[in-house]
């Protein structure tokens, strides 16, 4: 394939490196410096994709992000990427890319009826036709809409890539590399200040590429080029190309994503792919600069048409023709640009001004080229298919509602302006209330909100100078201010054309006879016509007409078609454009990949994994590990083929028989020291503290101010003013936050101190009727029986050369105890109790099996303490101090708290011994009653128990207590299940509570 | 995200505090008869202002003191940052 629309000379392309392509499988080439669209264009390309709706062939509209058409799939070293702007993505070698939202194939494309069927694809068309029948909707509309529209497909493999964050500070982040941009960096890293200057596109520059101009004796490239290399020799200053500044956040912070590698054929190694940065700003100048808006006019959206300031910047970056008879459509000066650039290579333009007389030094510098312009002149639509092969064109009147007779001149492209329209995304983001300036018929910046402020083009100033002088003085200013230093740059010589000012016209009138489609929405294919349908519906706020027919809601974010959008409302409902007010702008500015804003955060970075001393040992005989917060703690030791079941119920079994011993380094460990530590604990805890004697331990109640139990555990007297409290896992941290939370704001008058010591400690819990044997041969020199260590006693002790810490305390309801050693002496405490305990029959056992052991014991946990019980639900009450106040303590005396027929914990076992009932299931009287059967209660956890060998569940019940011994039906919809059921007391094992004194 | 100045480490990113809530309840006094509209009040009942509101943080994953912050709750604004220990003027 020959580059037919490739200048023999001239672009910032490296003609030497030559760079091949695949395009819908054909082969092609282009430039290093090329993007993919510049490269098609070259090769005779125009036709990329099918639009959203209508399936018409769509071209190439703009040479940057504003690009509403040029949306392709993208194939990369093994990889596939959705929603690539062919303008945005730079060519590498073996770049492969592929059209969208189209089947079979591009160039026909069986949606494409749908153009034909637009008379019934109006405004809101899905919401009308699509209700009905209710059932059809999930079957066929939805997989058919599916189906037939979007913009590529999203892989569903693992990303090989890495995506990074990091976090930036600075005085002054400049948002846009053209003019405004450097004049700005440049005078703030003068002064000093440090500064990050982001530019989205590969080169720096901005305008300044594009535009015929003159500074201080250089052209504008040769200005940006000298300005950007002085900036980066400079160590206050980041200058960053590729890199888009997507979303303005409270407090001046900034999100930019940098591309780093995805102009390459391949990420280099030990490279992201993205990077994105988060940036804290003290002052933010926007320098993102406007983007050309359309002329609406009739088949405005053929493969062709497009905006002439991309013409412009393909002729002058690319060195190529987007076609060698080009229309011009202007209403100001800026298509004179292009028709001059089009002249000077040999391309005889044609210029349609809808402008009378118009007169400045740039239409002068035009009429000297001889070039054809004719005033006063329409493009009333655009004629041919799949690429523009002529135009129908016009005379208007003055009052631009009358068109002269049609005529139809030939052309392979119409190049359009419409004048231009600041890009205040940014500064609409970060709060700034915008204002409408009638000279320029667009909104700027106007009151800020945040430390922003808005610079050349964006802000509304269209000629270098001025926006030069601006830019120069802003940036010293506000970086004087910061680094109190200033170093004021002399002013260059500005040399440009003057122009004149623009014509208010933005749509032209449908000739008599003609429905031609004029498109306001190039992506979303909403045209004139669907918004005069919206209105006349009855639709009058901007935010609703917007949603109602998707106007502005596309991947582009409306970049092109919202003021013309603006303009038609104001226009039907009589009303002027700052009246209607614009949509709210929200980031991203342009699409973000889901990998950049995941970062590093993936697969087991996802979240922290905490494990204990213990985890090799576990990992070593088989454990099968369970996420519990944050931790991994094994579930059960699989021996052989078994199954969770059959091992958990070995487990529990052996703990009731022999002796068990389970990781419990993962419970929260709070150290409390002070000489008010025990009134802590008194006001914290619903029960008695301040007679616990030092070596004894206690277990208490916490309550959140509302009753609600928050959490349970015990706590030891270590000595005088020290004590040690345990929470549950889950808990752990809230509970340190309430303690601090007391302490510091409410009763500062408490002397106390407390800190996390839960990493400090592995905990191995050794439970059974053996255990006290097995502790003897543990710690032969202490008196472990049952007077020298009672039930709930502490001590400390030496474990062969390691001081451990000894408590007796249980949650199985055996007799138990609970060893705790500094955590690197963890391994070595459980291999020698596993050692030790080999004779006794000892088993390690998983969280399955400690569930067994404390719901047969009716022991609570976190599935009854579930933050919607209260201590009576609990069967807690008994820990009420009725002599003292404690946190909560009032809210219990609330009507509802203290309800005859208040909920309650029960135990529930199924009358054939042998259903195991699902956890969550409700109770109800009568299994057949009418829906919705009225509910009693729910099972918070089900176990098979190992004393009785039958289901056994919890159930937090309506009348708890008095409800020992009725029939009940337990029904799970989701497993479709009833099952009969008998309530019986929660106590399921040894209910006087005797193994544990033992 | 919030840039909050803690009165003891200086500005920090919001991501390392945790909110609580209005500073300008004051806890009843424990054994103190109190009415059940005067408990409701302190449990469940908040103006959810718009505007200036001074507000419970704690530095959760820095020096971990509860503080005070003066924020505007529709701009974000912070206007003044307090210790537990200084009262609200």
């Known amino acids: 394939m020959t580059q037919s629309f490739r200048l023999e000379s001239g672009g910032l392309i490296n003609r030497d490196k030559k760079i091949s392509f695949k395009f819908n499988g054909k082969n092609y080439f282009g430039y290093e410096g090329d993007t993919l669209a510049s490269a098609l264009i070259a090769n005779g390309v125009h036709l990329i994709g099918r639009s959203f709706k209508y399936h018409r062939p769509r071209g190439f509209f703009g040479a940057g992000v504003d690009e509403p058409y040029a949306i392709v799939q993208l194939y990369r070293n093994g990889e596939t990427e959705p929603n690539i702007k062919a303008t945005e993505q730079e060519l590498f070698e073996g770049l492969e890319a592929k059209s969208v939202n189209c089947w079979p194939s591009v160039n026909f494309d069986i949606g494409a009826i749908n153009n034909f069927l637009k008379i019934f694809l109006p405004a809101g068309f899905y919401y009308k036709t699509f209700m009905w029948p209710k059932s059809f909707w999930y079957k066929i509309y939805e997989p058919f809409i599916r189906r037939a529209a979007g913009l590529g497909t999203a892989s569903i493999k693992h990303d090989k890539e890495r995506y990074e964050h990091k976090y930036e500070y600075c005085d002054v982040l400049i948002t846009g590399s053209g003019p405004s941009g450097l004049a700005s ?10 500064v990050i200057l982001a530019e989205d596109k590969s080169r720096f520059g901005g305008t300044l590429l594009t535009s015929e101009v003159n500074i201080g004796n250089q052209s504008g490239k040769e200005w940006a080029d000298s300005i950007i290399s002085e900036l980066k020799e400079m160590p206050n200053v980041t200058v960053k190309n590729r890199s888009q500044v997507f979303g303005y956040y409270d407090h001046n912070m900034l999100v930019m994503s940098e591309r780093i590698s995805d102009h390459l054929p391949k990420t280099k190694k030990f490279h992201p792919k993205q990077r994105l940065w988060y940036i804290r700003a003290k002052e933010v100048l926007i ?41 011009v459509f202007t209403n100001n000066d800026s298509g004179y640009e292009t028709a001059i650039e089009f002249k000077k290579n040999g391309i005889d333009p044609i210029i349609l001004d809808t402008r009378k007389e118009p007169q400045s030094e740039i239409i002068e510098e035009a009429k000297n080229m001889n070039i054809n312009i004719k005033n006063s002149y329409v493009v009333v639509a655009a004629q041919g298919y799949k690429k523009v092969k002529s135009a129908d064109i016009a005379k208007i009147s003055d009052n631009k509602e009358e068109l002269g007779s049609i005529e139809n001149i030939e052309c392979d492209c119409i190049c359009v302006s419409g004048f231009w329209t600041p890009t205040i995304h940014l500064a609409s983001q970060s709060g700034n209330k915008t204002k409408f300036n009638e000279d320029i018929d667009a909104f700027v910046p106007g009151i800020s909100k945040q430390n922003e402020k808005t610079l050349g083009a964006a802000n509304g100033i269209y000629t270098l100078e001025e926006t030069l002088k601006d830019s120069f ?31 208010k016209f933005w749509c032209v009138p449908l000739p008599k006879g003609k429905n ?36 502005g809601m596309a991947t582009d974010q409306g970049k092109t078609s919202n003021l013309n959008g603006l303009q038609l409302v104001s226009k ?21 990949s889901i990998g950049a804003i995941v970062g590093r955060e993936v697969g087991k970075h996802s979240k922290p994994t905490r494990k204990s001393p213990m985890h090799s040992w576990h990992e070593k005989n088989n454990a099968v590990f369970v996420d519990a917060g944050v931790w991994l703690r094994p579930r059960y030791y699989k021996r052989g083929e078994e199954n969770l079941f059959e091992a958990s119920k070995r487990e529990a079994k052996n703990v009731r028989t022999n002796v068990g011993v389970c990781d419990v380094t993962t419970l929260g460990k709070i150290d409390i020291k002070g000489p008010d530590a025990a009134e802590l604990l008194n006001r914290v805890y619903t029960n008695a503290w ?31 003013n020290h004590y040690h409290m345990t929470t549950t896992t889950a808990q752990a941290a809230n509970v340190l936050s309430h303690l601090e939370y007391y302490l510091q704001l409410v009763w500062p008058e408490l002397n106390v101190n407390v800190v996390s010591t839960t990493e400090q400690w592995a905990g191995a819990a050794i439970a059974g009727p053996k255990s006290r044997e097995l502790l003897k041969k543990l710690f032969p020199k202490s008196d472990v029986t049952n007077e020298g260590l009672p039930f709930m006693g502490y001590m400390e002790g030496d474990l062969f050369g390691v001081k451990a810490k000894i408590f007796r305390i249980s949650f199985s309801g055996e007799l138990a105890y609970e060893v705790n050693v500094e955590s690197d002496n963890g391994y070595f405490m459980w291999e020698k109790i596993i050692e030790a305990g080999e004779e006794f029959g000892i088993q390690p056992y998983g969280t399955e099996a400690l569930s067994t052991l404390r719901i047969e014991m009716g022991h609570v946990a976190g599935s009854e303490l579930d933050g919607r019980t209260i201590p009576y639900d609990n069967s807690l009450e008994g820990l009420l101090s009725k002599k003292k106040d404690f946190i909560g303590k009032r809210s219990l005396s609330r009507r509802a708290f203290a309800a005859e027929d208040r909920q309650k914990i029960v135990g529930v076992v199924p009358l054939d011994k042998k259903t195991s009932i699902p956890e969550g299931s409700h109770l109800v009287k009568d299994a057949n009653a009418p829906l919705p059967n009225p509910k009693l209660g729910y099972i918070s956890a089900s176990c098979w128990s190992v004393e009785h060998d039958n289901p056994f569940s919890l159930a937090i019940l309506k009348d708890g207590k008095n409800m020992i011994g009725e029939k009940l039906f337990v029904m799970s919809p989701l497993k479709n299940k009833v099952i009969p059921v008998e309530i019986v007391s929660s106590h399921y094992v040894d209910p006087k509570g005797e193994r544990v004194r033992s | 995200m919030l840039h909050i100045k ?84």
């Open chain 1, 287 to 327: 320098s993102s600069g406007s983007i050309e808006r359309p002329i609406v006019f009739g088949n405005n959206d053929t493969p062709g048409v497009m905006l002439s300031s991309a013409a412009k910047e393909y002729m002058k970056v690319y060195g190529v023709l987007v076609g060698k008879k080009p229309l």
């Open chain 1, 690 to 720: 301040l007679k616990l004697p030092v070596g004894k331990a206690r277990y208490g109640v916490m309550l959140r101010e509302d009753g609600i139990v928050m959490d349970d555990g015990t706590t030891t007297r270590i000595s005088e």
């Open chain 1, 473 to 503: 003085e802003k940036g010293n200013q506000l970086s004087k201010k910061i680094t109190n230093n200033e170093n004021k740059v002399s002013f260059p010589n500005v040399v440009e054309k003057k122009s004149t000012v623009h014509d």
């Open chain 2, 6 to 89: 803690c009165p003891h480490c200086g500005i920090r990113s919001q991501n390392e505090f945790s909110y609580g809530g209005d500073a300008t309840i004051k806890r009843p006094e424990l054994g103190k008869e109190i009415s059940d509209q005067d408990w409701d009040n302190f449990v469940y009942n908040r103006k959810s202002l718009r505007g200036k509101h001074w507000e419970l943080w704690q530095h959760l994953s820095g020096c971990r003191q509860w503080i005070k912050v003066q924020r505007d709750t529709a701009t974000h604004e912070i206007f003044k940052t307090l210790k537990a220990n200084e009262e609200i003027s």
């Open chain 1, 572 to 592: 039907i409902e009589n009303k002027v454009v700052p009246a209607v007010g614009h949509t709210t702008f929200r980031p991203p500015y342009s699409p973000v």
């Open chain 1, 516 to 551: 031609y489609k004029r498109f306001l929405d190039f992506q979303n294919d909403v045209a004139v016509s669907d918004i005069e349908i919206a209105l006349k519906e009855g639709y009058r706020s901007i935010e609703h007409v917007k949603r109602y027919t998707t106007l």
């Open chain 1, 185 to 194: 960096a440049y005078s703030a890293a003068k002064n000093g200040a440090k």
